[in-house]
């Protein structure tokens, strides 16, 4: 009888573990048409033709007319950015905009790399591909998609390509030396916007993999935050044959149980796996995840819902627009800048670069199009989709800033990250870091390929 017993316990056992074991499920790969009007007969054009971008007298007086006519609105005494961006902090950006910005220098800059254009699934896909000058006598560069996300682009890459594709000369070593690939999404800049509904981050990743394709990788790094993050985890999910590697600086976990821990976190987070820089980042509950939600997911909502009517107001005025987007490069660099009346945004970031990202919607007139893309992604609500189920079975590193929107511990990344490599708990930045800390980011980029090709 015990003998039967424990066959059966160690049969029941056995279909446990079969049963609950991790699958290693991937994305359906599927295809798609994203230009207008129906998807034409003949096969698609799959060249790839130089772009450059260019500005005019034309555009350039258009946009200091539109901030000479800005209505002011006084800000409450003593607010900070506490109400949102300060009007009175604001009067000296546009100071700045229109008297001493010089978007022809600019331009120049974005110019200094090579940018190019491409028609997949019926769109105009931008990306900037630069390429390593010199390499090491026998040594090929390591393929690398950087993929942005909102409010930024794909501007936010330029302080770390620089020691991505030419370590050595920034200090670094030139074991790891990459060939960048930047990508606009589509509705982004300089990427054409879909003419139809649902264009999500999965079908974003499914262009860029074809777009890694056409450039005649078939293995290839990838990275991003934001939007990034999620559109370079579907493509691990899509094609995690061709993805050598996945690294984030934020990172899409959403469980219920992870949720109820926070709860009781405080008290027993040691028992649930907390660590104790965990503890500092996620304690007190209330004010550093609750609260800071409340605070800063109110543009999420209205974007995920009805992007096109404030989409009319900020692609109107360049000063709504500024507004609009510098109040995220304020809160989502630092919680605590609310409490400054300039919002802190010089402490981390020039008027140049942050002034330069505006233009890039300004001038493309992309603000509704990349804000549908929330539409496109959380308009049917939060685990709808087959991809937030999935776990994600490629090597994977993370680096996890102190000052990023929400923390997100090691524990509750291994669980959709199973091949997590490498973890690290960064010493400064937020939410923009490749902008903001260039240096960090690549050398925990650095370190995470060292893993990957030691494994």
Same mark, same amino acid.
């Given at each position: 009888?015990?003998?039967?017993?424990?066959?059966?316990?160690?049969?029941?056992?056995?279909?446990?573990?079969?049963?609950?074991?991790?699958?290693?499920?991937?994305?359906?790969?599927?295809?798609?048409?994203?230009?207008?009007?129906?998807?034409?007969?003949?096969?698609?054009?799959?060249?790839?033709?130089?772009?450059?971008?260019?500005?005019?007298?034309?555009?350039?007086?258009?946009?200091?007319?539109?901030?000479?006519?800005?209505?002011?609105?006084?800000?409450?005494?003593?607010?900070?950015?506490?109400?949102?961006?300060?009007?009175?902090?604001?009067?000296?950006?546009?100071?700045?905009?229109?008297?001493?910005?010089?978007?022809?220098?600019?331009?120049?800059?974005?110019?200094?790399?090579?940018?190019?254009?491409?028609?997949?699934?019926?769109?105009?896909?931008?990306?900037?591909?630069?390429?390593?000058?010199?390499?090491?006598?026998?040594?090929?560069?390591?393929?690398?998609?950087?993929?942005?996300?909102?409010?930024?682009?794909?501007?936010?890459?330029?302080?770390?390509?620089?020691?991505?594709?030419?370590?050595?000369?920034?200090?670094?070593?030139?074991?790891?030396?990459?060939?960048?690939?930047?990508?606009?999404?589509?509705?982004?800049?300089?990427?054409?916007?879909?003419?139809?509904?649902?264009?999500?981050?999965?079908?974003?990743?499914?262009?860029?993999?074809?777009?890694?394709?056409?450039?005649?990788?078939?293995?290839?790094?990838?990275?991003?935050?934001?939007?990034?993050?999620?559109?370079?985890?579907?493509?691990?999910?899509?094609?995690?044959?061709?993805?050598?590697?996945?690294?984030?600086?934020?990172?899409?976990?959403?469980? +219920?149980?992870? %949720?109820? /821990?926070?709860?009781?976190?405080?008290?027993? *987070? @040691? =028992?649930?796996?907390?660590?104790?820089? $965990?503890?500092?980042?996620?304690?007190?509950?209330?004010?550093?995840?609750?609260?800071?939600?409340?605070?800063?997911?109110?543009?999420?909502?209205?974007?995920?819902?009805?992007?096109?009517?404030?989409?009319?107001?900020?692609?109107?005025?360049?000063?709504?627009?500024?507004?609009?987007?510098?109040?995220?490069? +304020?809160?989502? %660099?630092? /919680?605590?800048?609310?409490?400054?009346?300039? *919002? @802190? =945004?010089?402490?981390?970031?020039?008027? $140049?670069?942050?002034?330069?990202?505006?233009?890039?919607?300004?001038?493309?007139?992309?603000?509704?199009?990349?804000?549908?893309?929330?539409?496109?992604?959380?308009?049917?609500?939060?685990?709808?989709?087959?991809?937030?189920?999935?776990?994600?079975?490629?090597?994977?590193?993370?680096?996890?800033?102190?000052?990023?929107?929400?923390?997100?511990?090691?524990?509750?990344?291994?669980?959709?990250?199973?091949?997590?490599?490498?973890?690290?708990?960064?010493?400064?930045?937020?939410?923009?870091?490749?902008?903001?800390?260039?240096?960090?980011?690549?050398?925990?980029?650095?370190?995470?390929?060292?893993?990957?090709?030691?494994?």
């Amino acid at each position: 009888m015990w003998l039967e017993i424990l066959l059966a316990s160690v049969l029941g056992f056995f279909i446990y573990w079969f049963v609950s074991r991790d699958k290693e499920e991937t994305l359906p790969l599927e295809d798609g048409w994203w230009g207008p009007g129906a998807k034409p007969t003949a096969r698609e054009d799959d060249s790839i033709h130089p772009f450059k971008v260019e500005t005019s007298e034309e555009e350039i007086s258009d946009l200091h007319q539109r901030i000479d006519r800005f209505r002011l609105t006084p800000p409450l005494e003593g607010s900070r950015f506490h109400y949102g961006f300060n009007s009175k902090y604001l009067k000296r950006v546009l100071s700045y905009w229109r008297n001493e910005f010089d978007w022809r220098k600019q331009v120049e800059i974005l110019n200094k790399y090579p940018h190019f254009k491409t028609k997949i699934e019926g769109l105009d896909i931008h990306f900037v591909h630069v390429k390593p000058q010199q390499l090491p006598s026998g040594r090929t560069p390591k393929p690398l998609l950087m993929v942005h996300g909102w409010p930024g682009s794909f501007y936010e890459f330029y302080k770390i390509i620089p020691l991505l594709v030419d370590p050595k000369s920034h200090g670094l070593s030139d074991e790891h030396v990459f060939e960048v690939i930047c990508p606009s999404i589509p509705g982004y800049g300089f990427s054409e916007a879909s003419s139809k509904k649902g264009l999500n981050t999965v079908a974003t990743a499914r262009i860029f993999y074809k777009l890694m394709l056409r450039l005649g990788f078939r293995e290839f790094y990838i990275q991003g935050g934001d939007w990034g993050s999620l559109i370079c985890t579907n493509m691990a999910q899509l094609v995690p044959s061709h993805v050598k590697g996945l690294h984030l600086n934020m990172a899409f976990v959403l469980r +219920s149980a992870f %949720t109820l /821990s926070l709860l009781l976190g405080q008290r027993i *987070g @040691g =028992l649930l796996g907390y660590t104790k820089r $965990d503890m500092e980042l996620l304690f007190p509950f209330k004010e550093k995840v609750f609260y800071s939600i409340m605070r800063e997911s109110g543009y999420m909502h209205i974007q995920a819902t009805k992007p096109d009517t404030v989409g009319c107001a900020l692609n109107d005025s360049p000063v709504g627009l500024a507004a609009y987007i510098l109040e995220k490069f +304020s809160s989502w %660099t630092n /919680s605590e800048f609310r409490d400054l009346e300039d *919002g @802190g =945004l010089e402490k981390k970031f020039s008027l $140049d670069d942050l002034l330069t990202n505006i233009m890039l919607y300004w001038t493309t007139g992309s603000i509704v199009s990349s804000q549908r893309y929330y539409k496109e992604n959380l308009g049917q609500g939060l685990m709808t989709q087959k991809h937030e189920r999935m776990k994600v079975f490629v090597p994977t590193g993370v680096a996890a800033f102190p000052c990023e929107l929400l923390h997100i511990p090691e524990k509750w990344v291994r669980a959709k990250y199973p091949k997590l490599l490498s973890y690290s708990y960064m010493a400064r930045g937020g939410h923009f870091a490749a902008l903001e800390e260039p240096k960090l980011l690549a050398e925990d980029l650095r370190k995470f390929v060292t893993l990957v090709e030691r494994q």
